[in-house]
């Protein structure tokens, strides 16, 4: 499969908890995307990290990078209503430059 | 950040018939453009990476008589999803890359469903 994988599939939290999501992937990489997509629309990019970082903030975004496990974890913290979405990770590899999206995690945050 | 236009937004057609879905960078040369295809409650699945001027390279399983890009300029790709069946209905988005850019550029989808 072309995809890498995450965890968990789906995720429902209360309003103000924080969100933990994971991703695995399976080729040495350039970078790692995150990604969030509200139900039928397109998607909105939240954070890049390169393959020499190993942690990134943005906001109330929290990304890590482990290149020797090859995976990556996305922490929304204090997290709202309207961050009911689908999350997806993107990895873009450096054998060429595809950017290949993993599973998704489907987050809701009950208010 | 820089902008990436696709449309239609969403399209209906009878089967049978081709539906042709444009991508264009508006503020930049996109060298790179990839195509993508989302089915419900699915991740995003890459059909094929076209490059400006040269045939697209498609991935395996991914009918390329079927789905026809051009890449004819350096701010416009289209896709055209020709002779389309209803199983064809699917969210299509594209994304654009720069020459030496590390990101890619995502349009806002193209909801295609046919009946």
């Known amino acids: 499969s072309q995809q890498g994988e995450e965890d968990p599939q789906a995720l429902s939290i209360q309003e103000g908890e924080n969100a933990t999501m994971n991703c695995s992937y399976k080729?040495?990489?350039?970078?790692l995307q995150w990604y969030r997509q509200n139900s039928g629309r397109g998607l909105v990019h939240l954070i890049l990290?390169?393959?020499?970082?190993r942690e990134k903030h943005s906001g109330r975004l929290r990304v890590t990078l482990d290149t020797s496990k090859k995976s990556s974890s996305l922490l929304i913290t204090a997290s709202r209503a309207a961050d009911t979405a689908s999350y997806f990770c993107?990895?873009?590899?450096?054998?060429?430059?595809?950017?290949?999206f993993g599973a998704g995690t489907r987050l809701f945050v009950k208010a | 950040g820089a902008v990436v236009s696709q449309h239609p937004s969403w399209v209906i057609c009878k089967s049978g018939t081709s539906v042709k879905i444009e991508c264009r960078s508006l503020?930049?040369?996109?060298?790179?453009m990839f195509w993508y295809r989302q089915f419900p409650k699915q991740s995003l699945m890459l059909m094929a990476t076209?490059?400006?001027?040269?045939?697209?390279?498609?991935e395996q399983g991914v009918e390329k008589d079927k789905f026809l890009i051009n890449h004819a300029s350096l701010t416009l790709s289209t896709l055209t999803v020709t002779s389309a069946h209803p199983e064809d209905s699917s969210f299509y988005i594209c994304?654009?890359?720069?020459?030496?850019?590390?990101?890619?550029?995502f349009g806002q989808g193209t909801r295609l469903t046919v009946v």
């Open positions: 503020d930049f040369q996109a060298t790179t």
């Open positions: 993107a990895t873009e590899g450096t054998g060429g430059f595809k950017t290949i």
């Open positions: 076209s490059n400006e001027g040269s045939k697209a390279t498609y």
């Open positions: 080729t040495s990489i350039n970078n």
């Open positions: 994304s654009a890359s720069n020459r030496g850019g590390t990101e890619a550029f």
């Open positions: 990290i390169r393959s020499n970082e």
